[in-house]
């Protein structure tokens, strides 16, 4: 059995690097996301119009685009208004 586990870890492929970027922007998205999103959940609950309104309208176009076309929008019309991102080059095989 301990034979066949080590010939496992000898056939399986290490995570490319890529993977590892994923891992950290998965992460980055659950830390700012979530604490977000409770804060407009609580704010689709508030009892001021004035309050509830532009936070229940933030909620639905949020849930009515497709996440491919925002985004487009924010890789695409960001640089329009000066703010530049850099974009995640997969590098998954080493050089030589």
């Not at 059995?1 to 891992?23: E, F, I, K, V």
């Not at 996301?33 to 509830?52: D, E, K, N, Q, Y």
């Not at 929008?73 to 080493?94: I, M």
Request: glycine share 8%; net charge positive; hydrophobic share 50%.
């Amino acid at each position: 059995m301990n034979d066949l586990l080590s010939q496992w870890g000898l056939l399986l492929p290490t995570p490319c690097p890529a993977c590892w970027s994923q891992r950290k922007l998965t992460v980055l998205s659950l830390v700012f996301g979530l604490p977000f999103g409770i804060v407009l959940a609580v704010g689709t609950l508030a009892s001021p119009r004035a309050l509830r309104w532009p936070v229940i309208t933030i909620v639905e176009i949020g849930r009515g685009l497709p996440a491919l076309i925002l985004l487009y929008l924010v890789y695409n019309g960001l640089p329009q208004v000066n703010v530049l991102l850099s974009s995640f080059p997969p590098r998954c095989w080493p050089s030589p």
